[in-house]
Each structure stands twice: as C-alpha cells, then as structure tokens.
C-alpha cells in the first residue's frame, strides 16, 4: 500500500485514514475517548508544521506520531498512578498529631501548673515566669529585677520544686 502523495497534506491524509488510526490506538490503549484525544493531538501538530516535509509515506509518518503520543500517555499515566500510590500509602501512615485524650490531658497538666505557678510567692514568681515563659538569661533577670545571680539560681530552684510537687499533689504526673 503505498501512500506516496506529495500534493495531498498531511491533515488531508489524517482526515482520509481517521478511522483506522482511532481503530489503531483504541486497541493499542484500551480507550477510544483518549485514542480520538490522541488524534486531535496529531492534528493540531501537522497543522501547525510551517512546512509540511516531503514523504514517501505520510500514513506512516502520521502513524509513527501516534505511536509516539500513545507511549507518552503510557509514560504520564505510569507516572500519575506511581504518585497516587504514593498519596494512598501515606493515608496509610499514622497521624503523628497527638491524640485528642493527650491533649486534653496536655491542657490539664498546662492549668495544674499555671496553678502552681500562680501559688509562688511573687519574686520566685516573678524569676520563674521570666526565665520559663520569657526565655530570659539568668544574667539579664538578675540585672532587670537588681538581684545577684546565685538569687536567681535560688529562685529558680525553689519554684522548679513546688511546681512539680504541687502539680503531683494536684492530681498531674
């Protein structure tokens, strides 16, 4: 069968052969709709040649453009289904988020101690909500509230212990 035809164009010849290349690759992928998809691709590329190369067989040349559309829809959809395992597989993993008896059990401990913290006498209060809520050195509380450094390491202590006796006394781990 020899398709040698220099007058007629290439989208003439994929109009004439449009059937048989649709039959081609439903067979080829399983699906006629995406088979037609892959056709108006072909269309589009030979419409769009600002030249139009000298053929000895155009249905050849149009055939090896579908060959070659069909095995980069292979290729995207291999890909596609390899990052949608992917995304199964992490419904899989379990949520690392706390569960909601942690967090309440977090926001009960947060109140026993905010209670402990609020029983201190205010300048070991003071010293503790600075360096644990604050963040500040023990040398710039100690020059921001004119006492010695070794107070502030006293202080420290002293609410430390409470805290976690009275948290304990309160019902808290």
């Given at each position: 069968m020899d398709e040698r035809n220099d007058s007629?164009?290439?989208p003439a010849v994929l109009e004439q052969h449009y059937s048989e290349?649709?039959?081609f690759l439903t067979q080829r992928?399983?699906?006629p709709t995406l088979a037609r998809e892959l056709i108006h691709d072909t269309y589009i590329r030979v419409r769009s040649l600002k030249q139009h190369?000298?053929?000895?067989?155009?249905?050849a040349y149009l055939y090896r453009i579908v060959i070659n559309l069909a095995r980069d829809e292979r290729r995207q959809a291999g890909r596609r289904a390899q990052h949608l395992n992917q995304d199964s597989n992490m419904e899989d993993l379990p949520d690392a988020r706390p569960s909601i008896e942690?967090?309440?059990?977090?926001h009960r401990e947060l109140r026993l101690l905010q209670q402990a913290v609020d029983e201190l006498p205010p300048r070991c209060r003071e010293v503790f909500v600075l360096r644990k809520y604050?963040?500040?050195e023990q040398a710039l509380i100690a020059e921001r509230l004119g006492i010695s450094r070794s107070m502030v390491e006293k202080h420290l202590r002293k609410g430390l212990v409470y805290c976690r006796q009275r948290v304990k006394e309160l019902g808290g781990s």
């Amino acid at each position: 069968m020899d398709e040698r035809n220099d007058s007629v164009p290439l989208p003439a010849v994929l109009e004439q052969h449009y059937s048989e290349l649709t039959k081609f690759l439903t067979q080829r992928l399983g699906c006629p709709t995406l088979a037609r998809e892959l056709i108006h691709d072909t269309y589009i590329r030979v419409r769009s040649l600002k030249q139009h190369p000298s053929l000895e067989n155009p249905l050849a040349y149009l055939y090896r453009i579908v060959i070659n559309l069909a095995r980069d829809e292979r290729r995207q959809a291999g890909r596609r289904a390899q990052h949608l395992n992917q995304d199964s597989n992490m419904e899989d993993l379990p949520d690392a988020r706390p569960s909601i008896e942690s967090e309440i059990d977090g926001h009960r401990e947060l109140r026993l101690l905010q209670q402990a913290v609020d029983e201190l006498p205010p300048r070991c209060r003071e010293v503790f909500v600075l360096r644990k809520y604050h963040a500040l050195e023990q040398a710039l509380i100690a020059e921001r509230l004119g006492i010695s450094r070794s107070m502030v390491e006293k202080h420290l202590r002293k609410g430390l212990v409470y805290c976690r006796q009275r948290v304990k006394e309160l019902g808290g781990s």
